[in-house]
């Protein structure tokens, strides 16, 4: 064990968890080496609760992406039923893409449960946002991450050296997001100890910031970080963005589940992100220690 390592409590009487022991998958489920995260990002999403990876996706998937998703908001109808989703088609491969595991690894995934069968956590939603002018209203909410008690998933913990997110968005923003578009966001604010000011319930707040980014673009951030949607404002297209959240194996916040006949035709590494929510025994391919 290095001396690097934070200090992790497990099952242990106290001691300190091994990570050499810790088996976080290094492909995912269509073979794709995982892409760590930096540690360059791992101190920002730390420190801002809040991470954007700029231009992931190909220009030829978000086109694909882009065209089901428009199906998906048009003529939905068209599709089978259990293809109504936006974990289905062309989308399903953002569950689990390479970045998407890398950050899960470090701030989500119990590392009790993981393997190189079986992720260390839970997608526990899965929405296409399609919002034209006007779309979306203004509604912040979260913050002070540090001092929720277990069953509010809005939580934020962490020891020198080692951070958990708890309830985790998953933002892919199919379109290019221009000046006064993104998702707004109050940096620091999963770890805030006051109440947020009067000033924060108005979306002029010089307190609220934001990102532009090029089309394929990926932005998490922790749910117990204050947020907040605003309208659409850009007029040549409209945002295509699909929103998901991840979780502990342990915790659901949401009232979701993909279509069990669209969960039963994916990979079996993939359907281990909607196994059911508990912990005891919950470990594919593998033993419990
Ligand atoms: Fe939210």
Redesign the pocket.
């Known amino acids: 064990m290095s001396n690097d390592q934070a200090f992790v409590i497990d099952k242990n009487l106290g001691a300190r968890l091994n990570e050499d022991d810790v088996d976080m998958p290094v492909a995912n489920s269509d073979g794709l080496p995982v892409v760590p995260l930096t540690a360059e990002q791992k101190y920002l999403f730390d420190m801002r609760g809040w991470l954007l990876v700029p231009g992931v996706l190909s220009e030829a998937d978000c086109t694909e992406m882009k065209e089901f998703s428009q199906q998906l908001h048009d003529d939905s109808e068209s599709l089978p039923e259990h293809e109504r989703s936006a974990v289905a088609g062309p989308l399903q491969k953002l569950t689990d893409h390479p970045n998407v595991v890398g950050f899960m690894n470090e701030f989500v995934a119990y590392p009790g449960l993981s393997n190189q069968e079986c992720y260390g956590f839970r997608q526990e939603s899965g929405s296409l946002f399609y919002r034209d002018v006007g779309d979306g209203n203004f509604a912040p909410?979260?913050g002070n991450g540090m001092f929720r008690f277990p069953g509010d998933s809005h939580l934020y913990r962490c020891i020198p050296g080692k951070a958990n997110s708890g309830l985790t968005?998953v933002v892919w923003e199919l379109n290019p997001i221009t000046e006064g578009n993104g998702t707004l966001l109050v940096t620091g604010s999963h770890k805030a100890v006051y109440p947020a000011p009067e000033g924060l319930k108005s979306p002029d707040s010089p307190i609220w910031e934001t990102y532009t980014c090029p089309p394929g673009s990926l932005l998490f951030f922790t749910?117990a970080l204050t947020?907040?949607a605003r309208p659409w404002g850009n007029t040549e297209y409209p945002r295509i963005a699909i929103f998901s959240c991840y979780n502990t194996v342990n915790s659901k916040w949401h009232n979701w589940n993909p279509h069990p006949d669209l969960v039963a035709s994916m990979p079996a590494k993939r359907q281990t992100l909607y196994r059911p929510v508990h912990v005891s025994g919950n470990l594919v391919g593998g033993e419990i220690h």
């Open positions: 909410h979260n968005r749910e947020h907040s």
